[in-house]
């Protein structure tokens, strides 16, 4: 059996790689050719000046590298591949830097190893088959050393570009919340940073406690990555975790958008804010709905369905206690009626009907006229008068 490893054949093998060291333009032709079919490199997100000089310096590397695999044995690197490595490295913090996704980069470097193992084929002879095929996991160990560093590269410098950029908009969202009326060139910035209309629709939430552990970890998922970073935004202010999002233009129900990893999440929420200015307010609001949010509520709540929670702790702020006065003027019933007057008026404040609250009472319509006029008669709340209805919304809220 013929040893591939003899001196005679190492000999032919550098003379090999020594020819195809000669052909580094040819071999850095053929990439560029066949670089083009990759979408993103066609779209020239790499300028083909940059393209060029790359590929004929990746290709010099890549051989030489070859060179010192014939050399060197050992597990360790000798001068060529640590050479190699480090030009991986930098290649790849620069396509992730030119914003090359990584599949295409990977689609990129896998066609060195063609293009090497076809630019040894042109230049052997027919008697160098059985050489070339004992070197052939030679080759793709230079190879793949090469396009691991160069993957794992990318992926790092990706990895701290991601982080610096939230760097970067958490600046700018802590300075457009942190003005009660944002001015035009906060606004301006702000939506530069961010990557959005400022004139855009925006859904908020605002949650705390373990609510907003559940807000941060929705965010994440949300957020991560370049490609989402206009999706989603976090601000963290005075216990609270806040959370926007554009809105989809031009949908029906576009307004009440909310994704659907918050839907389970107990938040103060408001819809459809008119741009980023807005913000700042919405934010007040959707602070103070999440401070009246129950056990029952396991959902965003917004003010449309929370009016009158937010009425009453307003009222309450200023020492206005409605359910005082109320409580005062049922504290005459005697056994039973007190409940019974109570949930009568709460069905009727619901349907707004007589006739449909003695049907769900299973009561003679009469009855229902009859508690009524006595809840008034002990309240003085006329249930025909809005303002005063308003107010028993309010005080049972």
Known sequence: MHNFHSPGDSQR??????????????????????????????????????????ARETFRRLVDGLRGQELRQQSTLGPAME???????????????????????????????????????????TEDAGLLASRVDRVWRVVDQFATRTHTSYLTERARMAQEESSIRLEFIARLFNQASPT????????????????????????????????????TS??????????????????????????PPHRDGARHFVPAALTDIPCGYVPGVAGL??????????????????????????????????????????????????EAGLSGCRGGERER?????????????????????????NTILNRISRFQELTGVDLAVPAQTARLVVAWA
Not at 88 to 108: F, H, N, T, Y
């Open 341 to 365: 007057l109570e949930e009568t008026v709460r069905h009727f404040l619901a349907t707004g009907s007589v006739t449909a609250t003695a049907q769900q009472l299973f009561c003679h319509r």
């Open 277 to 326: 200015r807005a913000l700042p307010a919405a934010a007040r609001t959707a602070g103070s709905l999440a401070s009246l949010l129950r056990p029952s509520d396991s959902g965003p709540l917004s003010a449309e369905a929370a009016w009158a929670r937010l009425a009453k702790q307003q009222m309450l702020d200023v020492g206005l206690d409605l359910l005082a006065d109320l």
């Open 83 to 125: 050479s190699l490595l480090e030009f991986a490295a930098d290649l790849g913090a620069k396509r992730a830097r030119a914003g090359i996704p990584p599949e295409a980069l990977i689609s990129a470097v896998r066609l060195d190893f063609s293009i090497i193992w076809e630019g040894l084929l042109q230049i052997a002879d």
């Open 222 to 247: 949300l957020g991560s990555g370049l490609q989402t970073r206009s999706r989603f935004f976090v601000h963290e202010f005075g216990g609270n975790t806040y959370a926007f999002w554009p809105l």
């Open 184 to 219: 035009a060139e906060t606004v301006s910035q702000v939506a530069a940073a961010l990557g959005v209309d400022s004139t855009a629709r925006f859904g908020l939430v605002a949650a705390s406690g373990d609510a907003a552990v559940s807000l941060r970890t929705a965010a």
């Open 13 to 54: 093998w550098a003379e090999l790689v020594e020819l195809l060291h000669g052909r580094l333009d040819t071999l850095a032709e053929t990439f560029k050719a066949r670089v083009r079919d990759i979408p993103e490199y066609a779209e020239k997100q790499v300028g083909s000046g940059d393209l060029e000089v790359t």
